[in-house]
């Protein structure tokens, strides 16, 4: 199982960008994911969270302006972060849970992202 990031970048106060996480290998189901960030000397924070059911969770800073999916059809996930601040600046880490094929069984898995660098700045 391999999670490879993407969608990080620089964006103007007020502007939107998308994250996306994809699970390679041979995956069964994402079941739940947990984004996080990081700024510069800070330490790593939750965002927000889904679950497979559809259940979310956004902190108050991000709620409103933030949404998490996941898409099991292309073993994706996404966070969708529109009118952006220059506190959302920061490293951030999807972390995924979710099933895998492993000779005719079912195994669990819970791996991290790489990070993507979003950077919101005149």
């Known amino acids: 199982v391999q999670l490879q990031a993407s969608g990080g970048g620089s964006v103007q106060p007020g502007g939107s960008l998308r994250l996306s996480c994809t699970v390679t290998?041979?995956?069964?189901?994402?079941?739940?994911v947990k984004w996080f960030r990081q700024a510069p000397g800070e330490s790593r924070e939750l965002v927000a969270a889904?679950?497979?059911?559809?259940?979310?969770m956004y902190v108050d800073a991000v709620r409103g302006r933030f949404t998490t999916a996941i898409d099991n059809a292309n073993y994706t996930v996404r966070l969708q972060m529109n009118s952006l601040r220059p506190e959302d600046t920061a490293v951030y880490y999807c972390?995924?849970?979710?099933?895998?094929?492993?000779?005719?069984?079912?195994?669990?898995?819970?791996?991290w992202g790489q990070g993507t660098l979003v950077t919101v700045s005149s």
């Open positions: 972390f995924i849970e979710g099933y895998y094929s492993d000779h005719s069984t079912l195994k669990g898995f819970a791996s």
């Open positions: 889904e679950n497979r059911d559809d259940s979310t």
């Open positions: 290998g041979r995956i069964f189901r994402i079941d739940a």
